[in-house]
């Protein structure tokens, strides 16, 4: 557990004035009182167990006194509290596993970029009135995943996002455009924002069944198709769970589709690319996302397997879809086919710096390095005795939930009912995987000595990953 902040009593001395944080204060600590365990409500669902109330830790915006400019003490005072939050920043992030960010980069040749407010308003394929932009490093990055999606230049169009939500809002909103009346599919698995896509854009949604892997079920899906038969299809195909890592079957959804008497003007395909996007074209026999297949767009999230230090992402649709969403707009004497307005200017440059120094080469090194860890920690867990499974296309590893929050908040694992999941990024080394795992095995040894058996999680992860004494 991180603990508390220490005190500058430099800083105290230097103005008794300033409201000061206690010395127990951390921005960004985990709990320190014991959370209770979930419990079960009536109809057998886990409740949520949140955290503290972000206001209890609020950090104060003071009033400089009138002589500061004189003195400095409001500056010092500052510069203390972010040094004191760099450092947690530093130990939190050696404790990081649940979730799918890339720790792993090193800017420094950008830093002389940052006194500038860079804005990517409007179409990054036309030049507005406000100058400080960075559309060509966007275009550059956009055509190097347009070259990865196998769609030509002059048939896509696409932004840079600032998250991955923004990049399944766009491509849900174009498939909603093209066909009014469609219905939108996606699986239980999906990711939260597609579903709040269907509540801000008032669409008829149908949630389809999944795999124990995760992964859609195709005959959930034929059923709900042909029930749906006289509406078009929007669907939402995930590159990718959120939890389990699972990896629709496209071609698969395709035929499927197909079959139930849907031409190709009929349905539209989003997919949702937004971790494993960017890594499935680096593995070795996955299946192909390609705008040669019947698919209307595709989005991965910048801040995830690229590791970029804010959250963004890129779009791609094709330019003959776009058309339904955009309008000009002489305010910014631009067209824009966006979701927000205002972009992040920095973002592309980021993106453009990494893709420059990593290369499709550098990219499938790490995949690999991922998938090779994933399987490190697969099997060690397995050995410990407690039930894992990890998807043939997936970093990431799903086991049995820690029975202490606790614990769980230490290592920022991320939690649905009885299974947790870590995702094993470019930066989630060997040693630190033992160190969880050493952690984990010492905790659980405590927590069942009260004579509790291993849990069964065959429901979750199915009968030949689960290790209680009823599948062993």
Known sequence: MVGPLESDHTILAMSEKIEILSDDFDPTAVVTEPLPSPVTNGGGEREMVLGRNVHTTSLAVTEPESNDEFTGDKEAYMASVLARYRKTLVERTKYHLGYPYNLDFDYGALGQLQHFSINNLGDPFIESNYGVHSRPFEVGVLDWFARLWE???????????????????????????????????????????????????????EKVDTLISGEIDCDDLRGKLLANKVKPAILNVNIGTTVKGAVDDLDLVIKTLEECGFSHDRFYIHCDGALFGLMMPFVKRAPKVTFNKPIGSVSVSGHKFVGCPMPCGVQITRMKHIKVLSSNVEYLASRDATIMGSRNGHAPLFLWYTLNRKGYKGFQKEVQKCLRNAHYLKDRLREAGISAMLNELSSTVVFERPKDEEFVRRWQLACQGDIAHVVVMPSVTIEKLDHFLKDLVEHRSIWCKDGSQTPCLAKDVGTNNCVCPAHK
């Not at 491509?171 to 990711?191: C, F, K, N, Q, W």
């Open 151 to 205: 769609i030509e230049r002059d048939d896509y169009w696409g932004y840079i996002t600032n998250c991955g939500t923004e990049g399944n809002l766009h491509g849900i909103l174009v498939g909603r455009e093209m066909l009014p009346d469609g219905i939108l599919y996606a699986s239980t698995e999906s990711h939260y924002s597609v579903f709040k896509a269907a509540r801000m854009y008032r669409m008829e949604c």
